[in-house]
């Protein structure tokens, strides 16, 4: 978690100083804003803090009560810092496209829960300003100078969203002056950019990979942000993973010190589908679908021969959501191991053991391998220290090859059996292909969410669906936890009951089961499952 980046969001806001009630309408809360006058600016009181309010409910035939908080998050706005700052009418309202939607603009009092299944008297918890185009913008498009940057790692779909975002700001708010900064963060003070129209990114979306070239690391604040007001830049969109956002972050903080007209809108952005608080990330679909093509060639290959041993090696640094979807769709895994669920080789219970009874039952097996997996293994194996690349996250080894050396070793040294094993390590394959159809329109969603947000006057905010709903939620939310596989939940209790693998909770050490929580060791422990 990056305390810092909570605390420079948090440091310079006062606490709220005064609550605000919404009155029951047709069982949901209606906002009743007596308090501050909203015609300044949209939910300016909103802005970057949290304000719990009572709502009281009358259900059918029954009391009123009170429903708990009522906790919205809003996001920063230009006018928190440009007080003076004019809006205007927005473009859209003549836009011929828009012109049969019923309704044109989200209202300020829209909002969207983060939490959807509650009981009766519990709190309402937290909700996030919904995205979609205002009423007012706080940008004539004549004046317009936007950027885009990408950073980090590949993934299905960047072109996708640096075309959306193109032509949504083109198309529909008549913005022609967008850059692309070539080469991610760095390419700010390298002076790397490329012009940007419909025209030139037409069909990116075609292509793996980012037109924009990326970059691990190169993050120099004040550089940027030089680079940003002497190019007089006033949008920035930045598509990226967790350091890449909490480099946004420290941007939209510089730009505000500096008390610059200046947009910083954020695109999260991991194959591993490890962001915080939005549904998933896009590319996740593709990469999915893409690893079925491995797993079904691993399968094809050990059913053609006896005692066949296949083992899928699939990206998840610290999450294992690629190889549990791709293990629950495949349906011919027969254990998935990722990196919130240790697991160990030896003695009763262990991986060898359900290998060798699996060989005897079926005449092969086929392991999906999320590379995060069993890391501590490797490195005590190999006496390796821990390394980290250029955006901060550790250097992870490969833990496809020890498995596939640890498994030939035990069978054919201390079980005498003949095995035949088949390692396919698709990693780059799955990350470096286009988007699917379902990713295609997940990243045209996620490009127009970040230009009606910017339009709007918001900044330092981050965009992405939240129970279905796109909202806009502050930077500090997607990058203050990582988002991994509950062994509680029950897509989990799904792949055990696919895989019928075990838990290998049993028999773990100590030290290994204080990774679990103690929640899901004590149901695990308490299911019975068996090979088939």
């Not at 900064?181 to 129209?197: A, C, M, V």
Request: one cysteine or more.
């Amino acid at each position: 978690m990056d305390l810092y980046l909570s605390s420079v969001f948090l440091s310079s806001i006062p606490p709220p100083s005064k609550s605000y009630n919404l009155t029951s309408l047709s069982n949901f809360p209606k906002y009743s804003f007596k308090a501050r006058n909203f015609q300044l600016g949209p939910l300016n009181w909103l802005q970057n803090r949290r304000i719990g309010a009572q709502s009281s409910c009358n259900s059918g035939g029954g009391s009123g009560g009170d429903d708990g908080d009522f906790v919205v998050e809003g996001v920063p706005h230009l006018a928190n810092f440009l007080p003076d700052l004019p809006s205007y009418p927005n473009p859209l309202q003549q836009n011929l496209a828009y012109a049969i939607v019923k309704t044109n603009f989200v209202s300020p009092e829209d909002v969207v829960a983060q939490k959807i299944v509650i009981q009766k008297g519990s709190p309402r918890g937290v909700h996030f300003l919904r995205a979609g185009p205002r009423e007012k913008v706080y940008f004539k498009s004549e004046e317009v100078h936007a950027c885009i940057v990408t950073c980090g790692g590949l993934c299905p779909g960047i072109n996708t969203v640096i075309r959306e975002i193109v032509c949504g700001l083109n198309y529909m708010y008549g913005v022609h002056d967008i850059l692309g900064i070539e080469g991610g963060y760095r390419g700010f003070y390298s002076k790397n950019t490329i012009q940007l129209t419909p025209k030139v990114v037409n069909d990116i979306h075609k292509r793996g990979g980012t037109f924009l070239r990326t970059s691990r690391g190169g993050h120099d604040t004040n550089k940027i942000v030089d680079n940003i007001q002497d190019r007089g830049i006033n949008q920035v969109y930045i598509i990226g993973g967790d350091g890449t956002q909490k480099g946004a972050a420290l941007i939209y903080k510089e730009v505000e010190r500096r008390g610059l007209q200046v947009a910083v809108a954020g695109i999260p952005k991991t194959i591993d589908n490890d962001i915080a608080v939005i549904d998933k990330s896009f590319g996740f679909d593709t990469a999915v679908e893409e690893a079925q093509r491995a797993i079904n060639a691993a399968h094809v290959e050990v059913e053609s021969v006896e005692n066949g041993v296949g083992i899928v090696k699939l990206m998840g640094r610290y999450s294992g959501f690629i190889a549990m979807f791709a293990t629950l769709a495949s349906r011919d895994v027969d254990c998935c191991l990722i990196p919130e669920s240790p697991f160990y080789l030896e003695g009763q219970g262990g991986l060898f053991e359900f290998i060798e009874q699996r060989l005897k039952e079926n005449g092969h097996i086929v392991i999906v391998l999320a590379e995060g997996a069993g890391q501590e293994y490797v490195a005590q194996s190999m006496h390796a220290v821990s390394e980290k690349d250029a955006s901060g996250n550790r250097l992870l080894l490969d833990v496809g090859l020890w498995l596939t050396q640890k498994i030939k070793d035990h069978f054919t040294n201390v079980r005498k059996m003949a095995i035949y094993m088949k390692y396919i390590d698709p990693t780059y394959m799955i990350r470096a292909i286009p988007s699917n159809a379902s990713d295609n329109i997940y990243c045209t969603l996620l490009a127009h969410s970040a230009v009606h947000g910017a339009m709007a006057g918001y900044t330092g905010f981050t965009v992405g669906p939240v129970n279905s709903r796109h909202a806009f939620i502050p930077i500090d939310r997607v990058t203050e936890t990582t988002n991994t596989v509950k062994l509680s939940d029950r897509m989990w209790a799904r792949l055990l009951a696919s895989t019928n693998q075990p838990s290998f909770l049993k028999g773990m050490q100590e030290k290994e089961k204080e990774k679990v929580d103690k929640g899901s060791i004590d149901i695990i422990d308490s299911m019975e499952i068996t090979s088939i």
